[in-house]
């Protein structure tokens, strides 16, 4: 690490604090602290001095300090609305100052409620948590168990050391309410919470997984999608979900949906050379009281493009909110991607120039029958004028 080893001088200062703090508690805490008191904050707690002959006086000791005489009583010591900052350690001493007894006091409170929630990923899973609403400071433990109506309770199994976290197996599906209860466990008591969870409702898919889309080959307005499901629904196979996606071209407000039991789909109506963002949710296709999962986290694709005309990267890139106003629904932007303004102008040009050459046609074919016609005549006249000639040539 370069932040260390460039000021050493700072390394030797924290070891001669720690050198010197080890030995001033070594001095005084020779024994180890063997017993811990707990207390209740702000009540009043009497320490005892157990090992001290009756009557004889004392000498209280906290965190190696000593302690006013006058808090003292006899060989007991009472600490009065206890704070925070009156836990530690704390040793009597005869007179002489031979250490008679250690006690490490430690305050808080009493267990109280909780705030315990349950998620039901899957058909095969209930999975509670639970914090404590109003810090108790003091060692606690969490039992938990459930019963179905009013059957036996059951362990709910806490699978993790140290995670205020338990799961219920293979849960009684149809028509049942389970009643969780965890029970918290301290030096000063005990205290019940308990959560109805009802399975149906509750059952909310974990988002799906692997979500990717690609590009159609030669499909300007297609983009496939393709995703898992959930690996908390893998035990599940018997209980088919549906899938909801979500689309719309980067910059505009408005998604367009579709829905689907496959894990895959193909959006017909992308916006041509545009980036689209897509997302997909889950929920179990046949409880429709069920939730759906929350959307998965959002993937871009553009939908293929002619590698051999460019035009397109620039008018994805210049994109433009007026293009989409918020009232008009993107799906029936999306019927006709052709239209955008370079496109339109074009495609009149071309009807113009077609337009044009059909005259031209016309014209000309006009102009030829004409011309033909005329000759056709010419050569009319001149056929009956040579043969007029012969006749009047003809001997009568
Ligand atoms: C109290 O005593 C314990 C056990 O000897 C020790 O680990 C701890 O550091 C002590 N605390 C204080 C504040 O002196
Ligand atoms: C200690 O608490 C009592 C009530 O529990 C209160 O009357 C008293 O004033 C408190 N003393 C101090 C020093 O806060
Ligand atoms: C004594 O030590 C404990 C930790 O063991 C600490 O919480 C407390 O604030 C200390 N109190 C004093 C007065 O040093
Ligand atoms: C809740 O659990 C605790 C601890 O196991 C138990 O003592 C208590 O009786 C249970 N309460 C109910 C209503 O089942
Ligand atoms: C949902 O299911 C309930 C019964 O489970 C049924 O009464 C209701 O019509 C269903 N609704 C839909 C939209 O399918």
């Known amino acids: 690490m370069p932040g260390l080893s460039s000021r050493p001088g700072g390394l030797v200062v924290i070891g001669i604090l720690t050198l010197s703090f080890v030995h001033i508690n070594s001095e005084i805490w020779s024994n180890e602290v063997a017993d811990v008191q707990f207390g209740h904050l702000g009540s009043s707690i009497t320490l005892a001095c157990g090992a001290a002959s009756h009557g004889s006086p004392v000498q209280w000791w906290h965190n190696g300090s ?10 007991a010591l009472t600490l009065l609305n206890t704070t925070r900052s009156m836990e530690g350690n704390y040793s009597c001493h005869e007179q002489s100052g031979a250490l008679l007894q250690t006690v490490r006091l430690r305050l808080g409170y009493p267990p109280g409620h909780l705030r315990v929630s349950c998620q039901v990923p899957s058909h095969s ?21 459930y019963r179905v109506d009013n059957g036996w309770p059951e362990s709910c199994k806490q699978e993790l050391a140290g995670v205020n976290e338990c799961t219920i ?75 909801e996606l979500q689309y719309r071209p980067v910059g505009s407000n408005l998604w367009s949906k579709l829905e689907t039991e496959d894990t895959s789909v193909t959006i017909m109506d992308a916006m041509v050379g545009q980036l689209h963002h897509i997302q997909v949710r889950a929920q179990d296709a046949f409880i429709n009281h069920s939730q759906w999962s929350e959307w998965s986290h959002m993937v871009q694709g553009r939908p293929w493009s002619n590698p051999y005309t460019s035009t397109e990267e620039t008018t994805a890139e210049s994109f433009d909110e007026s293009v989409f106003p918020t009232t008009f629904p993107v799906k029936a932007t999306n019927k006709s991607p052709e239209m955008s303004p370079e496109n339109e102008s074009l ?50």
């Open 169 to 243: 197996s293979n849960p009684q599906f149809w028509g049942n309410r389970h009643i969780v209860n965890i029970t918290e466990v301290n030096p000063l008591g005990s205290m019940s919470t308990f959560t109805k969870v009802d399975v149906l409702k509750n059952l909310k898919p974990d988002v799906p997984e692997a979500l990717s889309t690609l590009e159609v080959e030669g499909q300007p307005t297609q983009l496939l999608v393709q995703w898992k499901a959930p690996v908390s629904w893998s035990d599940d196979i018997a209980f088919p979900l549906k899938f």
């Open 125 to 145: 899973r209930i999975i509670c948590s639970w914090m404590q609403i109003v810090a108790t400071h003091l060692p606690t433990e969490y039992i938990s168990s």
């Open 347 to 396: 495609s009149l040009l071309l009807i113009i120039s077609l337009f044009a050459a059909a005259m031209v046609a016309v014209v000309s074919t006009i102009t030829l029958l004409l011309w033909v016609r005329n000759r056709k005549q010419h050569n009319v006249t001149k056929q009956e004028l040579t043969s007029m000639v012969k006749m009047k040539s003809l001997p009568i």
């Open 66 to 75: 000593s302690v006013q005489p006058w808090r003292t009583s006899g060989e």
